[in-house]
T-cell receptor, first 111, second 117 residues
Framework: SQQGEEDPQALSIQEGENATMNCSYK?????LQWYRQNSGRGLVHLIL?????REKHSGRLRVTLDTSKKSSSLLITASRAADTASYFC???????????FGGGTRVLVKP | GAGVSQSPRYKVAKRGQDVALRCDPI?????LFWYQQALGQGPEFLTY????????KSGLPSDRFFAERPEGSVSTLKIQRTQQEDSAVYLC???????????????FGPGTRLTVL
């Protein structure tokens, strides 16, 4: 079974706007990651945040983690058409361990 | 260098047939994972190898599913007597297993899309 849920399930925005999606999980974690999956392509790792971190940035990506609420958010700033994809959060309980994914948010960025 | 490769990329099977899906991990990666992704869902863990040892098979949905990695490199996921509910994308991922790191990144292959008619 999946770790938790992502919200919203789908998101449609104009190019240049920001996209925000949320992820909730159920059990304690070692770290949380976000992945992107384009149609017909594999999963690509975007960013990792450890359980003792609260916020992390990478380029146009900003991730937050609230372990007390068991939730995380991913913000993509100044979105581009190429950001159109499904985004998944995934958690691990220990280093080298299996990933437990959420259900994903499908993002459509209109040019 | 080369990433994780999987073959075939697409497989259509009649219900009841056996199928074998192959994964070639990144050279030198100790850990190998299989995930199943149903349409519109996130991937779900199936099984995990460290070298040739299958350390976790808790995600395999039934005894019709079998995975092996006999030489600690290439892995095969076999599904016997396929059912319609087995239709999904099967993803393989590999990673190093560097002791002391808080996380060893998993690199995913493109997946095999299995359709059972």
């Amino acid at each position: 079974s999946q770790q938790g849920e992502e919200d919203p399930q789908a998101l449609s925005i104009q190019e240049g706007e920001n996209a925000t999606m949320n992820c909730s999980y159920k059990t304690s974690i070692n770290n949380l990651q976000w992945y992107r999956q384009n149609s017909g392509r594999g999963l690509v790792h975007l960013i990792l945040i450890r359980s003792n971190e609260r916020e992390k940035h990478s380029g146009r990506l900003r991730v937050t983690l609230d372990t007390s609420k068991k939730s995380s958010s991913l913000l993509i700033t100044a979105s581009r058409a190429a950001d159109t994809a499904s985004y998944f959060c995934a958690t691990t309980k220990a280093a080298g361990n299996k990933l437990t994914f959420g259900g994903g948010t499908r993002v459509l960025v209109k040019p | 260098g080369a990433g994780v490769s999987q073959s075939p990329r697409y497989k259509v099977a009649k219900r009841g047939q056996d199928v074998a899906l192959r994964c070639d991990p990144i050279s030198g990666h100790v850990s190998l994972f299989w995930y199943q992704q149903a349409l519109g869902q996130g991937p779900e863990f199936l099984t995990y190898f460290q070298n040739e040892a299958q350390l976790d098979k808790s995600g395999l949905p039934s005894d019709r599913f079998f995975a092996e990695r006999p030489e600690g490199s290439v892995s095969t996921l076999k599904i016997q007597r396929t059912q319609q509910e087995d239709s999904a994308v099967y993803l393989c991922a590999s990673s190093r297993n560097i002791i002391g790191l808080s996380y060893n990144e998993q690199f995913f292959g493109p997946g095999t899309r299995l359709t059972v008619l």
